[in-house]
């Protein structure tokens, strides 16, 4: 039972392009969405999140929309660098509060060609 | 500030054995979870220890167990070894229960072969 689905394992930018990755899920009880970055042979990184009170939330390049009725949200990256190239993760959790269990996506592989 | 640290790096075990992973916490931080990553998967949530007791666990069988210590380390125990326990292990630490931020800081992983 998947609760958290990227469908793209895969997406290809180039350098100042936007880059939008997507990410559906299927629990309702899901409050408190998360984006991290991961390199090769690092942990994942928190990016940025979104509580479900708002439909964005944004910080710096990076900026992360909530479809509640659809179940969707959406990380944008504008623009797009080189550097930006990894996986990204979005996770879920039910509560705000910190220690709730995370449920992850199975990731987006990002390359940004220079 | 020390981030979230997690030894061994690597390690290779055979079916059957048992094997222990270690996470430190970063400063200030009371919460330990931890994940199972297998290859080409997001990380699964095992279970989560909150100031030495378990706050939580998913869907893993019992041989997998954890401890929890006073400066908020913790152990991650997989007992009877099997080859789909392959897996990269992620620790990682939060702020206190009750603070209303969910952002949890990730250690490097544990990279385990079962053979």
């Known amino acids: 039972d998947q609760q958290v689905k990227q469908n793209s394992p895969s997406l290809s930018v180039q350098e100042g392009r936007i880059s939008i990755l997507n990410c559906d899920y299927t629990?309702?009880?899901?409050?408190?969405f998360l984006w991290y970055k991961k390199y090769p042979a690092e942990g994942p990184t928190f990016l940025i999140s979104?509580?479900?009170?708002?439909d964005k939330n944004e910080d710096g390049r990076f900026t992360v929309f909530l479809n509640k009725s659809a179940k969707h949200l959406s990380l944008h990256i504008v623009p797009s660098q080189p550097g930006d190239s990894a996986v990204y993760f979005c996770?879920?959790?039910?509560?705000?509060?910190?220690?709730?269990?995370?449920?992850f996506g199975e990731g987006t592989q990002l390359t940004v060609n220079p | 500030e020390t981030g979230v640290t997690q030894s061994p790096t690597h390690l290779i075990k055979t079916r059957g054995q048992q094997v222990t992973l270690r996470c430190s916490s970063q400063s200030g931080h009371n919460t330990v979870s931890w994940y199972q990553q297998a290859l080409g998967q997001g990380p699964q949530f095992i279970f989560q220890y909150y100031r030495e007791e378990e706050n939580g666990r998913g869907n893993f069988p019992p041989r997998f167990s954890g401890l929890q210590f006073p400066n908020y380390s913790s152990e991650l125990n997989v007992n009877a070894l099997e080859l789909d326990d392959s897996a990269l292990y992620l620790c990682?630490?939060?702020?206190?229960?009750?603070?209303?931020?969910?952002?949890?800081?990730f250690g490097p992983g544990t990279r385990l072969t079962v053979l």
């Open positions: 990682a630490s939060s702020l206190a229960a009750g603070v209303l931020r969910n952002e949890q800081f």
């Open positions: 979104i509580s479900s009170i708002k």
């Open positions: 996770a879920a959790s039910a509560g705000e509060t910190s220690g709730s269990r995370l449920t």
């Open positions: 629990n309702s009880m899901f409050d408190y």
